[in-house]
């Protein structure tokens, strides 16, 4: 390759292509390519026009021969363009030293190109003296030093940078690892989330402190490249991605600052009508207002489904406004969502759905204490998609709102006046035994049991009448405050206390044969003690 080949390509690299027509086109065909004059496979000019007996082809031949023939001096002297004349042949002649170069002919311009000979060759002609300063540049040892120098400076400048963005990372993650309360103070009670929220907060530190690393390689590698002839195409090519990357960044913002605004209209517009709809639900949660098919147990409910609505609302006038809502991607991003809402909402929307029937039918309510299938206990939490019971055994139970629903719910809270929850148990008793007796020490064991309300008197009812036994139960109010667990153990234990002291045994007979007399009770034991005579 020749000197002025290798020299050529900085500078080129450096020039932007014009879409002229005297220039090589940017998509071009076979034909146009075996015209075009390349140096390092960087098209220069576009030979249309025979000269002589010249063809394009052979233009571009000759031009390449006395490209290769130039010598470093050569490189002192400007090129010149001077008029050219042969015949009817019209163009416009580029030299260096006197030595020519090649023609530009009035046939080599496209008269869709709107470009005069003149100009056409003014452009070549600047071309070739912008790469003639920067072979000089490149060949000149004080420009080197001071590029190098530069450099080295540059250099210098990123270290110091790095090791200010090290420190600053590490002072940031000092400061969070000593920071006890977390970035909430509110949830200070929730350490699984004070914990996450941390993590958070240095994987933050850690990509900021990563992309303003980038950002400092990017300018200093950029700039170094800049100071050199031979890479500096390279490092205007660096820069130049970087300032078209920061206006069209801001040209996108620009453009989006209208349909923000209109956003952002909309949102202020959603939050003061749900703060008033919240004014209005308030004062009917504490009793201040009634609102027919409004109670205090459904407005939570309600205040959460009405802000629900009114956000998604917003959201669907607001979507067309958003910055990107007609780009490819943004579609694309929204049509996954709605899939992924379509194929994993089914279980999830029927468990909603029973929980609005839960709220709304006000069968249960936190604090009520229940029992739901198999599991009893105090309701804890009744939300959207599960309800919780609060055992005696302590601990908790979660169900889902579409099983509570399906099944059989028993509310035991759920009573007139202001008295605690009921509670009962069930006995059998042989028919030796007195039933008059038996509730009489049902009656009497459950006025000894603390917890239980004196003002309601307990109620013994016969179930059933089996085949070796009467079944008993036994009803009685809970005073308020007191837990059904922890009652019922106590009205147990009474009710052993008061069988053992009159002498009563708590047991179911079964007879494998027929009694030598009937199992009866004769009329003077019927009001056995404590029975009242």
């Given at each position: 390759?020749?000197?002025?080949?290798?020299?050529?390509?900085?500078?080129?690299?450096?020039?932007?292509?014009?879409?002229?027509?005297?220039?090589?086109?940017?998509?071009?065909?076979?034909?146009?390519?075996?015209?075009?004059?390349?140096?390092?496979?960087?098209?220069?000019?576009?030979?249309?026009?025979?000269?002589?007996?010249?063809?394009?082809?052979?233009?571009?031949?000759?031009?390449?021969?006395?490209?290769?023939?130039?010598?470093?001096?050569?490189?002192?002297?400007?090129?010149?363009?001077?008029?050219?004349?042969?015949?009817?042949?019209?163009?416009?002649?580029?030299?260096?030293?006197?030595?020519?170069?090649?023609?530009?002919?009035?046939?080599?311009?496209?008269?869709?190109?709107?470009?005069?000979?003149?100009q056409a060759g003014a452009l070549?002609?600047?071309?070739?003296?912008?790469?003639?300063?920067?072979?000089?540049?490149?060949?000149?040892?004080?420009?080197?030093?001071?590029?190098?120098?530069?450099?080295?400076?540059?250099?210098?400048?990123?270290?110091?940078?790095?090791?200010?963005?090290?420190?600053?990372?590490?002072?940031?993650?000092?400061?969070?690892?000593?920071?006890?309360?977390?970035?909430?103070?509110?949830?200070?009670?929730?350490?699984?989330?004070?914990?996450?929220?941390?993590?958070?907060?240095?994987?933050?530190?850690?990509?900021?402190?990563?992309?303003?690393?980038?950002?400092?390689?990017?300018?200093?590698?950029?700039?170094?490249?800049?100071?050199?002839?031979?890479?500096?195409?390279?490092?205007?090519?660096?820069?130049?991605?970087?300032?078209?990357?920061?206006?069209?960044?801001?040209?996108?913002?620009?453009?989006?600052?209208?349909?923000?605004?209109?956003?952002?209209?909309?949102?202020?517009?959603?939050?003061?009508?749900?703060?008033?709809?919240?004014?209005?639900?308030?004062?009917?949660?504490?009793?201040?207002?009634?609102?027919?098919?409004?109670?205090?147990?459904?407005?939570?409910?309600?205040?959460?489904?009405?802000?629900?609505?009114?956000?998604?609302?917003?959201?669907?006038?607001?979507?067309?406004?958003?910055?990107?809502?007609?780009?490819?991607?943004f579609k694309g991003v929204?049509?996954?969502?709605?899939?992924?809402?379509?194929?994993?909402?089914?279980?999830?929307?029927?468990?909603?759905?029973?929980?609005?029937?839960?709220?709304?039918?006000?069968?249960?309510?936190?604090?009520?204490?229940?029992?739901?299938?198999?599991?009893?206990?105090?309701?804890?939490?009744?939300?959207?998609?599960?309800?919780?019971?609060?055992?005696?055994?302590?601990?908790?139970?979660?169900?889902?709102?579409?099983?509570?629903?399906?099944?059989?719910?028993?509310?035991?809270?759920?009573?007139?006046?202001?008295?605690?929850?009921?509670?009962?148990?069930?006995?059998?008793?042989?028919?030796?035994?007195?039933?008059?007796?038996?509730?009489?020490?049902?009656?009497?064991?459950?006025?000894?049991?603390?917890?239980?309300?004196?003002?309601?008197?307990?109620?013994?009812?016969?179930?059933?009448?089996?085949?070796?036994?009467?079944?008993?139960?036994?009803?009685?109010?809970?005073?308020?405050?007191?837990?059904?667990?922890?009652?019922?153990?106590?009205?147990?234990?009474?009710?052993?206390?008061?069988?053992?002291?009159?002498?009563?045994?708590?047991?179911?007979?079964?007879?494998?044969?027929?009694?030598?007399?009937?199992?009866?009770?004769?009329?003077?034991?019927?009001?056995?003690?404590?029975?009242?005579?």
């Open positions: 390759m020749s000197l002025i080949r290798r020299c050529l390509l900085p500078l080129l690299l450096s020039i932007p292509l014009l879409s002229h027509a005297a220039e090589p086109r940017a998509s071009p065909s076979a034909a146009d390519q075996a015209r075009t004059l390349t140096l390092d496979n960087r098209p220069i000019f576009l030979f249309l026009a025979a000269q002589g007996s010249l063809t394009p082809e052979q233009r571009l031949q000759r031009t390449l021969e006395r490209l290769n023939a130039l010598q470093p001096e050569d490189l002192r002297q400007p090129v010149e363009a001077a008029p050219y004349a042969d015949g009817r042949l019209r163009g416009l002649a580029l030299s260096v030293r006197g030595k020519p170069l090649f023609t530009i002919l009035e046939g080599d311009l496209d008269p869709g190109d709107q470009l005069t000979l003149e070549v002609r600047d071309r070739l003296n912008a790469l003639r300063q920067a072979v000089l540049e490149q060949r000149s040892p004080q420009r080197i030093v001071q590029a190098s120098l530069l450099a080295l400076l540059a250099t210098a400048l990123f270290a110091a940078a790095l090791y200010l963005i090290v420190r600053a990372r590490a002072a940031s993650r000092r400061r969070l690892a000593q920071s006890p309360a977390g970035p909430l103070p509110l949830l200070a009670g929730r350490l699984h989330l004070r914990r996450f929220l941390l993590a958070a907060e240095r994987q933050l530190v850690d990509i900021t402190a990563l992309l303003c690393a980038l950002f400092a390689g990017y300018a200093w590698l950029g700039y170094t490249l800049a100071q050199f002839p031979y890479t500096r195409p390279l490092g205007r090519k660096l820069a130049n991605a970087f300032y078209q990357l920061l206006a069209t960044i801001a040209d996108d913002f620009l453009s989006a600052l209208p349909g923000l605004a209109i956003v952002a209209v909309i949102f202020l517009l959603i939050r003061l009508i749900g703060r008033g709809l919240g004014l209005l639900f308030g004062t009917v949660e504490r009793g201040q207002l009634e609102l027919p098919g409004l109670h205090a147990e459904t407005v939570g409910a309600t205040r959460r489904l009405a802000s629900a609505v009114l956000w998604l609302f917003a959201l669907i006038v607001a979507y067309p406004y958003l910055p990107g809502a007609n780009s490819d991607a929204s049509v996954f969502f709605g899939l992924m809402v379509t194929l994993g909402s089914a279980g999830l929307m029927t468990h909603a759905m029973s929980g609005l029937v839960l709220i709304y039918s006000r069968a249960l309510r936190p604090g009520d204490y229940v029992k739901i299938g198999e599991a009893e206990g105090t309701v804890s939490e009744l939300s959207a998609l599960s309800t919780k019971l609060l055992t005696g055994q302590g601990f908790e139970i979660t169900i889902p709102n579409a099983v509570a629903v399906g099944g059989l719910v028993s509310n035991y809270s759920r009573h007139d006046g202001a008295g605690g929850a009921m509670i009962a148990t069930r006995v059998t008793i042989g028919y030796d035994t007195p039933w008059r007796q038996v509730e009489a020490l049902l009656e009497l064991a459950a006025r000894r049991t603390p917890g239980i309300d004196p003002a309601l008197p307990p109620q013994v009812r016969k179930l059933a009448l089996q085949d070796f036994y009467i079944e008993y139960e036994l009803q009685a109010r809970l005073a308020r405050g007191s837990q059904a667990p922890v009652a019922r153990d106590a009205l147990h234990g009474a009710i052993l206390d008061a069988f053992n002291e009159f002498g009563v045994q708590i047991m179911s007979p079964h007879f494998v044969e027929q009694p030598a007399g009937p199992v009866v009770v004769p009329a003077e034991r019927w009001r056995d003690p404590p029975a009242r005579q």
